[in-house]
C-alpha cells in the first residue's frame, strides 16, 4: 500500500500575505484557486513539490482553528542558504541555524498567521537520512 502526504491545509486571515509569504518568500507555485458553492474564493492551491500541496483558506479570522497543530518541516539542502533568504527578504527568524537534537541542522520562521515553519537540513548522522 502506498500511502504519502498530499498536502497541507491553513485557515489563513489575509490571503495575499499569506500567498506573498509562500509563493515570493518560500518559493512555491500558486496553480489554482477554488471556488465554494456560492461561487466565491474559497482555496488556494500551492505546488510544494510533484504531488505536494499547501491548501490556504480563506476566512482564517471568522472560522479560528480547532487543532493542536504544531509546525511544518520543508527539507533543504543547504540550511545556511535558505537562512540568508529569509533574511534578505525580510522574514523574521524564529530561530536561527542551529543543530537540533535529531543531529540535523535547522532554523525556523512563522508565517504571517504565526504558523511555525522548520526548514530542515538533513545530515548522514541522522536517524531519518538513514531512513530515506
Known sequence: MGIRISHLAFDVSDMDKAVDFYCNKLGFEQIFTMNNEEGMPWIVYLKVAPGQFIELF???????????????????????????????????????????????????????????????????????????
Open 58 to 132: 480563506y476566512g482564517g479570522m471568522e472560522n479560528p482553528p480547532k487543532s493542536n497543530y504544531s509546525h511544518l518541516c520543508l527539507q533543504v539542502d543547504d540550511i545556511y542558504e535558505i537562512e540568508k533568504k529569509m533574511q534578505d527578504l525580510g522574514v523574521e527568524l524564529d530561530v536561527p541555524v542551529k543543530q537540533g537534537k535529531d543531529t540535523n541542522m535547522q532554523c525556523w520562521v512563522r508565517d504571517p498567521d504565526g504558523n511555525r515553519i522548520e526548514f530542515m537540513q538533513l545530515l548522514p548522522t541522522s536517524l531519518q537520512y538513514k531512513n530515506l
